[in-house]
């Protein structure tokens, strides 16, 4: 980029040739988020080298929210929006609602900016995951630790509605994931195994000990995986129900406690 100011023509034609395909939107969220020309041009360095937009902002948008992003920080995708809307049509004002995987927290936050009044937990083993979750749930408890793990024992039997956006990836998989994705964000949040359902069974494992009597279980996955959640889910005492939304490409297993 030249020494003098870049423009929106400039920035759009470099993300361009860089591949990006939306480079006009992208352009515009890069001037909308930098404090001025040095930045432009760094996030445009960034980008351009590959660095996921949302890495480079600092803030992904989520279901009308800005969602805080650090690097090496997975990246909520649109179809997760799904799994919120079935979530939020299930929880109510004064339910507990558990987030786990919660990477950035984006699931649980925008469940609270919807239902309102929940008492709402999340807990993830990334450090930096964590880090930014804390900061997009407001009013939040946030726990770092493995699945269940660093629950406080109180919540034993209460969880209203459990939402888990865990990796389903199939290690062998990764490979063809675009390298925004395998290059950058944490292989925690997404190898799921060999199958893809490694971490899906430890949740699903672990689900009736926390969830209230008519507690909610919903786990995002791939609609070629759907039957074998839905078995994994019915295999721990849950009943399952598939759904799916032909507008964002999304599944979710929704299960029930008896």
Excluded: K
């Excluded at 034609?13 to 890069?30: M, N, T, W």
Aim: aromatic share 6%; charged share 20%.
């Amino acid at each position: 980029m030249s020494t003098s100011s870049p423009t929106y023509p400039a920035v759009v034609s470099l993300l361009r040739s860089a591949g990006c395909v939306f480079a006009e939107d992208e352009a515009a969220l890069i001037f909308d988020t930098a404090s001025g020309p040095a930045e432009v041009e760094a996030f445009v360095a960034r980008r351009t080298a590959g660095v996921p937009l949302e890495h480079v902002l600092g803030w992904a948008a989520f279901c009308g929210l800005r969602i805080a992003v650090e690097p090496d920080v997975f990246v909520p995708r649109q179809r997760t929006e799904f799994l919120v809307r079935l979530a939020v049509g299930l929880a109510r004002p004064g339910d507990v609602v558990l987030d786990l995987c919660c990477g950035s927290g984006a699931v649980g936050a925008a469940v609270a900016a919807s239902v309102g009044q929940i008492t709402l937990v999340a807990t993830d083993i990334h450090p930096a995951a964590v880090r930014c979750a804390r900061r997009n749930i407001a009013g939040g408890s946030v726990h770092l630790g493995d699945l269940y793990e660093p629950l406080p024992a109180a919540l034993r039997g209460r969880v209203d509605v459990l939402v888990a956006n865990a990796p389903y990836v199939p290690t062998e998989d990764i490979g063809l994931m675009p390298p925004e994705a395998r290059l950058h964000e944490p292989m925690v949040a997404l190898d799921g195994g060999a199958d893809g359902l490694d971490v899906q069974r430890r949740v699903a494992a672990g689900a009736l000990d926390w969830l209230s009597p008519g507690g909610r279980l919903l786990v995002e996955t791939s609609r070629r995986q759907a039957e074998h959640t839905a078995a994994v889910f019915a295999a721990f005492g849950m009943s399952a129900l598939i759904r799916r939304s032909d507008e964002l490409s999304a599944t979710v297993v929704l299960g029930t406690r008896p």
